[in-house]
């Protein structure tokens, strides 16, 4: 059985940037009906920059512990940069996750993608954010 890295037990057992903000720029709910876990990333955006972002997830260990390193690598970003953020790179700030977990980190991409295409749907802007078909529909259990 493949271990979890001692980066996702770190951010699994003290994730950062847990909670909400009240007067977020962009909200973006996702979840997976095979497992049933559910995120909501909130960002803050400042001048075309993300100041301050935050999550809230139900789910398992994998899905809390991605959730926890988006949100620490979209501050700082652009929007522009932030979109660029995949999956497969918050795995990898992680130190990798198991097969079967990758698709956790799925959920955290798409909850990213979910937050900014409400960020440009906010400021009346066209939104340039392709949310996959799979968002609110079934995922590919690996
Ligand atoms: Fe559902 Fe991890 S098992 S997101």
Same mark, same amino acid.
């Given at each position: 059985?493949?271990?979890?890295?001692?980066? @996702?037990? =770190?951010?699994?057992?003290?994730?950062?940037? *847990?909670?909400?903000?009240?007067?977020?720029? %962009?909200?973006?709910? *996702? %979840?997976? +009906?095979?497992?049933?876990?559910? $995120?909501?990333?909130?960002?803050?955006?400042?001048?075309?920059?993300?100041?301050?972002?935050?999550?809230?997830?139900?789910?398992? %260990?994998?899905?809390?512990?991605?959730?926890? $390193?988006?949100?620490?690598? @979209?501050? %700082?970003?652009? *929007?522009?940069?932030?979109?660029?953020?995949?999956?497969?790179?918050?795995?990898?700030?992680?130190?990798?996750?198991?097969? *079967?977990? $990758?698709?956790?980190?799925?959920?955290?991409?798409?909850?990213?993608?979910?937050?900014?295409?409400?960020?440009?749907?906010?400021?009346?802007? +066209?939104? +340039?954010?392709?949310? +996959?078909?799979? @968002?609110?529909?079934?995922?590919?259990? =690996?």
């Amino acid at each position: 059985m493949e271990q979890y890295s001692s980066k @996702v037990m =770190e951010h699994f057992a003290s994730p950062h940037n *847990v909670g909400e903000i009240a007067d977020a720029d %962009g909200v973006g709910t *996702v %979840g997976n +009906p095979v497992c049933g876990d559910v $995120m909501r990333l909130y960002i803050k955006v400042e001048k075309d920059i993300i100041t301050d972002a935050k999550f809230k997830t139900f789910g398992c %260990g994998a899905a809390i512990a991605t959730s926890s $390193m988006v949100t620490d690598l @979209v501050k %700082g970003k652009t *929007v522009g940069e932030a979109l660029k953020i995949s999956n497969q790179a918050v795995a990898e700030a992680l130190g990798g996750l198991p097969k *079967v977990k $990758m698709h956790c980190s799925v959920l955290a991409e798409e909850a990213l993608k979910s937050a900014l295409d409400d960020y440009y749907k906010k400021r009346g802007k +066209p939104s +340039p954010v392709k949310l +996959p078909e799979s @968002v609110g529909h079934e995922h590919e259990m =690996e």
